[in-house]
């Protein structure tokens, strides 16, 4: 079911220039949780060019029904990124935000990436097995066994209970004032609540998924197997990124005169490149006259041999001093 309607001229605009300015006054920017912003937003608005590689809604509703009798990975899976309509997508998005920023800025963006795969997978495993768990035990199966549900409100419940785990303060929650460890509970009660058709199970199971994320990661002591494995791809494919830039970088080295101004060679030496005594810019061999001040080789410039040999004579006030005197 693709829900387009004229509201997504409003209502993504101002998702889109919220997140753009909670990023631009962040000093660093985190990369997963904006890829998940995309990720999502892309999978909505759902764009002709994309549509024979993204499937429909249609495919990827998730009903335990369906995923156990058929093991449809696909919707097990992708079931979380998909959303109904642009209000649903704007509040999960709005809350992904606030979330995934403060957890990828203090764990790492690795370590949120290890942390949203295990909490999305046991979300959606702890849904189905409660869902299955009532059909089996209380013969309780239309309300939630053949429910068909999407949407990533699931994991932020995940996100919310391992971010507020360790949280003494209060908080909010609809003009509540709790202690910020039962958020997520409080949260659940009042949304099944008041807003009506929202997966209650869902919700629950992201609740609990969190709780059992937080209990095996304080059992695990040792090095999350996840968290190294992504690492790993990380490097691998960072690595020719880093050997290009590193490359370039290089080619950009002193050539044509443009060089540094001030400090010393640490002891090199570069062929081919003279140092001007008055302003201490570095110039090429080529030059005869100075690009920064117009000092004349032979009148004031040294060869950086010669310079690392006699700059040793020169306090950093006389250097100062003779810029001075060179530029009035």
Request: glycine fraction near 8%; proline fraction near 4%; hydrophobic fraction near 45%.
């Amino acid at each position: 079911m693709d829900r387009r309607g004229s509201l997504t001229k409003g209502m993504l605009p101002l998702l889109a220039i919220h997140a753009v300015n909670e990023y631009y006054r962040l000093p660093w920017k985190p990369p997963v949780t904006a890829a998940l912003l995309g990720a999502n937003t892309l999978i909505y608005l759902r764009p002709a060019f994309l549509r024979h590689i993204i499937p429909s809604i249609d495919q990827v509703w998730f009903n335990p029904h369906l995923i156990l009798k058929y093991r449809d990975l696909k919707r097990f899976l992708l079931s979380p990124f998909y959303h109904v309509s642009d209000s649903h997508l704007v509040y999960n998005m709005m809350s992904l935000l606030w979330k995934g920023i403060q957890l990828e800025t203090s764990v790492g963006s690795v370590e949120f990436a290890s942390m949203l795969a295990a909490l999305l997978a046991m979300s959606q495993g702890i849904t189905m097995l409660l869902a299955k768990s009532l059909l089996l035990f209380f013969d309780y199966d239309k309300p939630f066994y053949y429910e068909y549900s999407a949407g990533f409100s699931g994991v932020l419940f995940a996100m919310k209970t391992v971010l507020n785990s360790q949280s003494e303060d209060f908080t909010n929650v609809y003009g509540l004032v709790i202690p910020a460890r039962y958020a997520a509970w409080a949260e659940l009660i009042l949304i099944q609540m008041f807003i009506p058709g929202v997966s209650f199970l869902g919700h629950l199971g992201g609740i609990l998924a969190g709780i059992l994320y937080l209990k095996l990661k304080r059992a695990y002591s040792g090095p999350d197997p996840l968290t190294l494995t992504i690492r790993t791809l990380a490097d691998v494919i960072r690595w020719p990124l880093r050997f290009v830039r590193n490359l370039f970088q290089f080619r950009r080295g002193r050539i044509s005169g443009r060089g540094s101004v001030g400090g010393r060679q640490m002891g090199r030496t570069v062929s081919g490149v003279w140092r001007c005594q008055a302003c201490t810019y570095d110039n090429s061999g080529l030059l005869s006259i100075c690009e920064m001040c117009g000092t004349s080789r032979g009148a004031g410039g040294l060869s950086s041999s010669e310079f690392s040999r006699h700059s040793n004579d020169l306090t950093l006030e006389e250097i100062r001093l003779r810029r001075i005197e060179r530029f009035g």
